[in-house]
C-alpha cells in the first residue's frame, strides 16, 4: 500500500476543498490515486449531501443583488446560524442572486441547474457545500425585478431583506422605504391589495374580543352594547390593521408626523412594488431535546 503523505492529504484538499480526514480516507481507499481518491470524495460528499437533505433548514441569510433595472432578492437556507456566517455559504447566497438576476430562471429548480462560471451547476456546489461543512443548505424562495424605474435595496444583517421598485430622483428615497419595510414588515402596497384571509382573520379575532366583552359586561349586570355599536367597533379594529399592514399607511419610521404615502408625495416618488424575506418566516424550526441527543450519540459511540 502507498504510503500517505501529508503533502498528498494537501494536495486533494486544495483540489477538492474537501475536509482533512476525509482526504486522507479517501486517499488510502484509492493507494494514494489522486485521480481516484477525488473520485471517493464526490460519491462520499454526494451520500452525505443526500443524508442531510431530510434535515430542516430554518435559519440562513438573504441575498440581494441589483444592476441597473435588474435585480433579485433570494433567501438561502441553512440549518444552523452558524454556518450562515460561513463566508463560502455566503458566496453562495450571493452567486444565487446574481444568477436569478442575469438568467431569470423560472423556478428553484431551473435556478439550481444554472452554471456558476467554474464549471459546476449552482446546485453541484451547494451539494459540494453541504458535503464539506456536514449541514444541510436549500435554496427557498427567489423574486426577480426587471423594469425602467428604479431599484433599491436594504438588508437587515443578513437575515431581512427588501427590494423596493420605485420612480423618482431622489435615490436616497428609494433606501429609505426599503429599510421601512424591513422595520415595520408591511404586507402589502396598499390597503386594497391586503389579502382577504388576513382580513377575515383580524375581523374574527375583533369578533372574538368584541363576544368576550359583551359577556363580561352581562355577569357584571350590564347592558350588552346595540348590534350597530359593534358592528363599527369590529370595522374599526379592521380598519385599524389595514393602515398598520399597508405600506403607504404606515407612519414613517424617520418622521411619524408623516405617512409613507405623504413622504412619498412631497418627494415626487412612488413605489411600485416591493418584495421582503425574513429567514425562515413560516418554517417550522426543529425543537431538540439536547440531553437526550447527547445520550443518543453516545449510545451509537458505544455501540
Not at 494514494?32 to 437533505?53: C, P, T
Not at 442572486?97 to 467554474?118: H, I, Q, R, Y
Not at 435595496?153 to 419595510?181: N, P
Amino acid at each position: 500500500m502507498a504510503a500517505i503523505t501529508a503533502a498528498m492529504v494537501g494536495e486533494l484538499r486544495a483540489k477538492t476543498d474537501a475536509p482533512m480526514m476525509e482526504c486522507k480516507k479517501a486517499l488510502t481507499e484509492a493507494e494514494g490515486d489522486m485521480g481516484r481518491a477525488e473520485e471517493i470524495l464526490r460519491v462520499k460528499l454526494g451520500g452525505k449531501a443526500s443524508k442531510a437533505s431530510a434535515r430542516i433548514t430554518a435559519e440562513g441569510v438573504v441575498a440581494t443583488y441589483i444592476a441597473g433595472g435588474v435585480g433579485a432578492i433570494v433567501e438561502v437556507n441553512s440549518e444552523t446560524d452558524f454556518v450562515a456566517k460561513n463566508d463560502d455559504f455566503l458566496a453562495l447566497a450571493q452567486t444565487a442572486a446574481k444568477l436569478v438576476a442575469e438568467n431569470n430562471p423560472a423556478d428553484v429548480a431551473a435556478l439550481l441547474a444554472l452554471p456558476t462560471g467554474n464549471g459546476q451547476t449552482l446546485d453541484e456546489v451547494r451539494s459540494a457545500l453541504i458535503g464539506k461543512i456536514g449541514e444541510n443548505m436549500s435554496i427557498r424562495r427567489f423574486q426577480r425585478f426587471e423594469t425602467s424605474a428604479k431599484l433599491a435595496s436594504y438588508l437587515h444583517g443578513s437575515r431581512i431583506g427588501v427590494i423596493v421598485e420605485f420612480d423618482g430622483a431622489d435615490e436616497q428615497v428609494g433606501k429609505d422605504v426599503a429599510m421601512h419595510i424591513a422595520a415595520m414588515k408591511p404586507v402589502s402596497l396598499s390597503a386594497d391589495q391586503v389579502p382577504a384571509e388576513l382580513i377575515e382573520k383580524e375581523r374574527s379575532v375583533a369578533k372574538l374580543k368584541a363576544d368576550e366583552d359583551a359577556a363580561a359586561a352581562v355577569a357584571a349586570g350590564k347592558p350588552a352594547q346595540p348590534a350597530d355599536i359593534v358592528a363599527k367597533r369590529l370595522e374599526g379594529s379592521v380598519q385599524k390593521f389595514l393602515k398598520e399592514v399597508s405600506l403607504l399607511n404606515q407612519a414613517f419610521v424617520k418622521n411619524d408626523k408623516q405617512s409613507i404615502e405623504q413622504m412619498l408625495k412631497e418627494k415626487s416618488t412612488t413605489v411600485k412594488a416591493f418584495t421582503m424575506y425574513v429567514v425562515g418566516e413560516g418554517i417550522e424550526k426543529k425543537v431538540d431535546d439536547f440531553a437526550a441527543e447527547v445520550a443518543a450519540q453516545m449510545a451509537a459511540n458505544k455501540a
